[in-house]
């Protein structure tokens, strides 16, 4: 991610982490470090702990979005671990570029990656990484994460600051939505901060938590310019290309998709598709393609990594996004950052992502994306389109992690000058925000909690873990030997 910064943003200088009864008695274990840069002045620096279900090898945008603002935050001086759960033979302790560290944690994926839950099974094993990282900020992502909700509960309950980050949007009705809005007003009711991707994504957080807007700020998410460059010279001009790169899943609008292939190959007999993405709706469009005998025409490409995204979106000349919600679409992003025109259906946060010249936004059927189509292809035959260089320049500016790093900071500065509750206060917090039922049951939840933290305390005391060296922050010990840019992840585990 390029060298690492000497000048840091200015901080309060009264800062001070705040101590929690249950972990008063440890010195120095959970405090963030201060460091003078040369000239400047002195400047909070976090040891970060990202906790989420997602993180690499899975591959998605809540990935994506933890390794690259990870990244930065380092470049910018802070200590982050990650900890997620074991995927496959991946467990233990990894490290990735510049001193990321990962703790994949042994516990039992349930649903979809998403670990089984009980509030207390992953209390010691989440303890042991607080305490040996010396953790002052727990930021937990994604609403469909049992991980980073039991995260955010063990962490107030050792007196830690937490700050959490919604990547979604839910419903009200349903009964799913209703039992997971339930379960985020819990786990949110005594954050200290929260962070969404949309402006849309923050309204439907506070009506689906109760929230107090005030400690909601927005965040939208951001791409690499530099991974997303348009390459014209790959793309066939003799015929009209359009690029799907998705989850083949129902909420991605992969049946819309099915209703457009046959209306468009039938009007244009020079137009082709290439879908990438796997789900279980990839049937759909098997089928499509089996009875309009398109096999020619519509190229099924499976899953792809990450690093090959780039090489497939390059091919076409329109990239076409048909999903029925989205809080914030990174994918449009990145087509748009390859030089192709983009064409999407208008939910969620979506309108506000790219500005009006970029993308055509259609209503989420099948008609309205057809027509769409036809005025961007017949714009493409005409010529009266943006060069794809053009449209990189401009995209380039509009989201860089570099600037979600520096907002991040700011929501790490403001969660640290809130106090972390004592037990009673957060048990009268529970009982009020989130009903006598539902607030009588986690109190019980937090209570039991809390006196399994100090049997855990008198069986292993804090001061008995070891403390471990640190691989990024500012007493780091990762000395890369070459000064060279990773890209992929993976390629840099040990």
């Known amino acids: 991610m390029g060298q690492r910064r000497k000048r840091c943003d200015q901080v309060p200088a009264h800062f001070k982490p705040k101590t929690h009864p249950s972990t008063a008695h440890t010195p120095d274990t959970h405090s963030s470090s201060t460091h003078r840069g040369s000239g400047h002045e002195d400047c909070v620096k976090h040891s970060i702990c990202m906790v989420s279900d997602f993180f690499y090898p899975n591959m998605g945008g809540v990935e994506s979005h933890i390794y690259q603002l990870s990244q930065c935050l380092i470049e910018k001086g802070h200590k982050v671990v990650i900890a997620t759960h074991a995927y496959g033979d991946r467990r233990g302790v990894r490290y990735l570029t510049n001193g990321l560290k990962v703790y994949y944690l042994p516990l039992q994926v349930m649903y979809n990656q998403s670990t089984a839950t009980t509030c207390f099974h ?62 985020l007003t819990v786990s949110l009711c005594d954050t200290n901060h929260i962070v969404c991707v949309s402006y849309t994504s923050k309204e439907n957080t506070v009506l689906r938590a109760a929230l107090d807007p005030d400690i909601v700020s927005v965040i939208p998410n951001a791409v690499d310019p530099s991974d997303f460059t348009p390459d014209p010279g790959r793309r066939d001009d003799s015929k009209i290309t359009i690029v799907v790169v998705s989850r083949l899943v129902y909420r991605k609008g992969i049946d819309l998709l099915g209703g457009i292939i046959p209306e ?32 020619d025409r519509v190229r099924l490409l499976g899953a792809l990594d990450h690093k090959d995204v780039r090489d497939v979106l390059v091919q076409g000349h329109i990239f076409l996004n048909t999903s029925l919600t989205e809080a914030f679409c990174m994918a449009i992003v990145e087509g748009a950052s390859c030089g192709l025109q983009v064409v999407s259906t208008r939910v969620g946060g979506i309108p506000e992502v790219l500005p009006d010249e970029l993308v055509t936004l259609c209503e989420p059927t099948v008609s309205s994306l057809c027509a769409g189509l036809e005025t961007v292809i017949a714009r493409q035959r005409s010529g009266n389109v943006l060069s794809p260089a053009a449209i990189h320049r401009q995209v380039q500016t509009l989201y860089t992690w570099r600037n979600v790093a520096e907002r991040t900071e700011k929501v790490y500065e403001q969660a640290g000058r809130q106090p972390v509750l004592s037990l009673p206060a957060r048990l009268r917090r529970l009982r009020s925000h989130c009903g006598a039922v539902a607030g009588s049951i986690f109190s019980f939840f937090a209570v039991i909690n809390f006196l399994f933290l100090l049997f855990l305390q008198w069986l292993h005391p804090d001061h008995l873990i070891d403390v471990a060296m640190d691989a990024s922050g500012p007493h780091s010990c990762w000395r890369p030997l070459k000064k060279e840019k990773h890209k992929d992840p993976n390629s840099a585990v040990i």
């Not at 039938?266 to 096999?295: M, S």
């Open 122 to 183: 992953s209390l010691p094993l989440l303890r042991c990484v607080f305490v040996r990282e010396r953790v002052t900020v727990v930021h937990a992502h994604s609403s469909f994460s049992a991980m980073a909700h039991d995260a955010l509960f063990h962490a107030k309950t050792m007196g830690l600051n937490t700050v959490f980050t919604d990547h979604s949007l839910f419903g009200f009705a349903d009964l799913s939505s209703v039992l997971t809005n339930k379960l």
């Open 264 to 295: 468009l190959c039938a009007n244009h007999p020079d137009l082709c598709f290439i879908i990438g993405g796997e789900g279980p709706k990839r049937i759909v469009l098997e089928e499509v393609r089996e009875k309009y005998q398109l096999h």
